[in-house]
């Protein structure tokens, strides 16, 4: 699935630029410095927004194009912010072939945005994950740190409701 980046303001400060520029002196030069770098940042800003992108960038003098192609690549990188209501739905094998698909598009229709996004006010977002470890429960999915098992689309909007 390919990760797309919506249209939610940036809202970095002053202090997080400021440990990015530490965070990227520290390895500037290193071979390999690029992985750490955006882990550290993805903890810093809690995703990898564009204007990240950039100054990591500018600051380890990598292409863009790479940062990037490395960010969207890796499923640990987030290009969006989470929203307040944070929704994850295992598509690991137990749980897709149980109907996982079925979860994501009921979630879809009901929050209006698709999995890899986030709801441009900042509720909402929807992901797609491996496998979470709970396959005993299939089909599963997370609710910010709340785990919902044993699921049939009926259930999703209730499941929503707790949280609107």
Do not use: W
């Not at 079925?102 to 879809?108: F, G, P």
């Not at 909402?124 to 396959?135: F, V």
């Amino acid at each position: 699935m390919k990760k797309k980046l919506t249209t939610v303001a940036f809202k970095g400060t002053p202090e997080m630029e400021a440990k990015l520029d530490k965070l990227i002196a520290e390895y500037k030069g290193t071979r390999g410095a690029l992985m750490p770098v955006l882990q550290g940042a993805q903890e810093i800003y809690g995703y990898l927004p564009i204007e990240v992108i950039k100054h990591i960038a500018a600051g380890l003098e990598m292409p863009m194009e790479e940062v990037y192609g490395v960010a969207s690549f890796y499923s640990q990188f987030s290009l969006n912010p989470k929203g307040d209501v944070s929704i994850a739905v295992c598509l690991g094998t137990a749980c897709y072939v149980k109907g996982a698909g079925a979860l994501i598009d009921k979630i879809s229709e009901i929050i209006g945005i698709q999995a890899g996004e986030t709801s441009a006010d900042g509720k909402y977002s929807l992901d797609a994950t491996r496998c979470i470890g709970a396959c005993g429960l299939a089909p599963v999915l997370t609710v910010n740190d709340e785990v919902y098992g044993r699921l049939v689309t009926d259930d999703i909007p209730g499941i929503i409701a707790k949280y609107q």
